[in-house]
């Protein structure tokens, strides 16, 4: 043997063992802890684009109308009375109920009216409506709403139609907004 052997060379090796278990915990911390903001919506079905369709003029009887109306200080009037919106859902229920399949809510929202106070309104409409297909579900098939079938829905939407109008106010002072 020479006096030049070569050695082999080693080189150090770090310990990357636990380095993946650190960054899941990280991003599973950096999940849980981050707020995550959730944008509020209105869920509606508009009816299909009918270019030939006219405007129809009907007459409604004033007994048959409930108007809803947000102020631009976001107070709910209903039949210009002043209202709580948690007030809203047994009125407008009761008022559903009442009129049969000839009521209608007339919505009314100033401009200068809170998202917010809009959105409070129409859910509380929408859960009066679905109480009162609730208790006609009941009524004629024994069981809730929910639990029909596609042709017993469309029965008890004959007997309760969703009859809702709205106005904007969109030109005050003779400016769009």
């Known amino acids: 043997m020479g006096l030049f052997q070569r050695r082999k060379h080693i080189v150090p090796g770090l310990n990357t063992t636990s380095t993946a278990d650190i960054s899941f915990m990280l991003l599973i911390f950096f999940l849980v802890t981050t ?7 209105l869920s509606r079905q508009l009816p299909p684009a009918d270019h030939q369709r006219q405007e129809e003029q009907s007459d409604v009887n004033k007994d048959n109308l409930m108007t809803l109306t947000i102020t631009p200080q976001n107070q709910l009037l209903v ?22 399949k000839q009521h209608l809510l007339s919505i009314k929202t100033d401009p200068n009216a809170s998202y917010n106070t809009y959105f409070n309104m129409q859910n509380e409409i929408v859960a009066a409506y679905k109480s009162v297909r609730d208790q ?34 969109y030109h005050r002072g003779g400016q769009a907004q």
């Open 35 to 41: 707020s995550m903001d959730v944008d509020k919506g």
């Open 136 to 169: 006609i579900a009941k009524r004629e098939f024994g069981h809730g709403y929910a639990f029909c079938s596609q042709e017993q829905k469309e029965a008890i939407r004959s007997i309760c139609p969703q009859r809702i109008t709205e106005s904007y106010d």
């Open 79 to 100: 039949d210009d009375h002043p209202m709580e919106i948690q007030k809203l859902r047994g009125i407008v229920a009761d008022f559903i109920t009442r009129r049969g």
